[in-house]
């Protein structure tokens, strides 16, 4: 099979920013909460978060009269140390 210069170079380059992304949802991302203030790793001051979320309607929520909570909570995850962020509000990507 024959590929042109140009097809070379463009599988390349793709190849290369697939790469990148994988690298970069590897790392994780910065978040700012609701309030606009940039999340910052309690434990080891990292800023890269891996989001995901959690349910908090629990029994023992429930018993705590903590219904306004709503049912899911957003989590950051430490990209460096893997101290868990809860979040009651949700929380927004930075650029
Ligand atoms: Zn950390």
Known sequence: MYYSKEE?????????????????????????????????????KHEYFHKGSALLNTRGLTFFDLDW???AATTLICGRCGYIHWFGKEVKQME
């Open 69 to 71: 909570l709503n049912e």
């Open 8 to 44: 070379l170079e463009r599988t390349r380059i793709e190849g290369e920013e697939r790469l990148k992304k994988m690298k970069e949802e590897e790392k994780g991302y910065k978040y700012e909460s609701s309030n606009g203030i940039k999340v910052i790793c309690i434990h080891c």
